[in-house]
Each structure stands twice: as C-alpha cells, then as structure tokens.
C-alpha cells in the first residue's frame, strides 16, 4: 500500500514495478510527478489500484496481457481510460496543459430501478435474463449505437423520454421467421449522420439509418450471423429522424436486400434531410400513420416482399430532385 505520499522528480519514475510477479498494490492520496509516472517492466501478475490522488507522467504497462491496472479516482496528465475499472472512464478537465479526472461513467439507461451505464449494456441484460414486457427507458442524450437482438418470449419496449440518439438502433431477428414478440421504439430523436453509425470491421465503410435491420447474411460487420435476420414485429412511433450530413445520405428506417422483415409500423414520426424516410426490401406488412417528411429525396421505397403495405394521413414535401 502506497498512500499520503509525495513522489517528484526532473527525470526518472513516480513508481516503477520491475521484476517477478504475483504482487498487489494499492495506491490513494499520493502526488507523484515524473517524466515516466507509473512503469511497469519485466513483471507479470501485478495488479494496481488505484482509488485517488495526482500521478503526472505516463503509465507504461509493458505486460498488459498479465498485469492489471484498475483506477477508480484520481487525476491524471494522460487519458486513462483504457486502464479505468469497469463503469469509470476519464474526463478531461479543460486545462493547459489537460489533465483527466477519473470518475463513475454516468447512468444512460435503466430496466425497472437498475441503471445501466449504455444502452448496450440494458439491452444485453434484458435479453439475458428477462421475459416478458421489458421496458429500456432512456435517461440522458447518447451517441453510437446499439444492438437488440430479439428474443422469443420478450416484448420490448425503448422508452426515450424525447430524448437524442445521436446514432442508430439496429435490429437482429435471431433468424426466426414465425416470431410473435414485439418491439417498440418511441419518443427518441434520432439526430446525426453516418459517422455516428455502425462500421465494417476494418472501419472502411458505415451504414446508412437510423434504424437498420441489418443483412446479418453479410460478412465484415460487427453484427454478421451468417443467416437471415428476419426483424418482426417492430412499431417506430412518437420518433423523429433528422440527418445532419449535408448530403442526403441517410435513411430514417431501412431493411437492405439480404435481411427479411416483417410487420412494421412507424406512426407519429417526423423526418428531415434524409435520402428516405423508409427503405423496406423484403418486407412482409408495414403500416405508416401520421408521418410528416420534409426537406428530403424520397418517402417510402418497398421492394419486393409480401402482403399489405399501407400508408395513411402522411405528409411528404420536397424541395429535392430525383
């Protein structure tokens, strides 16, 4: 234990842990300032913990594959985050030259009175461990996106409290053709453009809306299954999409070639500078009500597909060409 102390230097080390293995050390209330602030060399099985206190200078794990750092606290002249303990990351601070505080990551979502500190994480819980009607309900502005895989048996519900989703919801069916449960997706604004959404592996490309169903037959992407998605039973209401980009690049609700896709429902949503509002290839059902679309190329495109795609009391006006 390394506490109340005060470590500074011109040159050198604030800590440098060097040879062997199997030690624990635990660090609090310390200023320690040197050129190289916490190295660890030659040494494997160490762990760190680190619960407050200043440490100016780099931390150097040469053995990240054994030994473990975890910071709950204190302040730092580098990013820390990749060395934070679970639900903490580092904040900057504003100053010259920066420095970062680290600090509980806040909660964004919650299920019932457990908070959650992503989406992700709410959603990954829900399909866990849950049945039944599950409501996700939103607690502040988030960025990014986020993955429901959907699950026999569960009925879920992503509460936004008009709330922004600077990103995108994509949507796994879990290849079943015949599910019954349901998804809902209501009062979020869906605000941003493509840097925002989903990635090729290799970060050579991105999607393209809002909300995606995506081909999961597609290899290079985070979300490949190698079969059919098959998303069902999906309601969008009380939601707006609105594109930042300056092209008209994306869609507000878009099923690719290749996905499958049926039952859907998008009612009270508003768009704005998307290239569509809704793109449904290979969808099987789809209802849209109420919906007002502005300042954007095209309104719904249905490809292929089967049975009753109606659109009732909708609004679309562009100024647009094509």
Known sequence: VIRNSTISADDGYGIRVQNGGAKTIYLSDNNLTAPEGLVLKNTSETNIYISSGTLIGPIDNQNPASNHISITGGTYSTDVTPECAPGYAAYANGTVPETWTVGPMPKVAKIGSVEYTSLQAALDSAHANMTGDVTVELLKNIE???????????????????????GQIMVDGDGRADGTETLTIQNIAFNGNRSNFCKKNDGTDSTDAFILVPSTKTSGWPYYTGKYNYAHNIEVKNCSFVSTSAALDVVGFKVPSGSGNYNTTINNVKGDNLHSFAQLTGTTNSTFTNDTVTNSKSFVNVSGGAGDHNITNCSFITSVAG
């Open 144 to 166: 990014g996106y986020s993955v429901i895989r959907q699950k026999a048996g569960l009925n879920l519900t992503i509460e936004g409290n008009n709330d922004t989703i600077a």
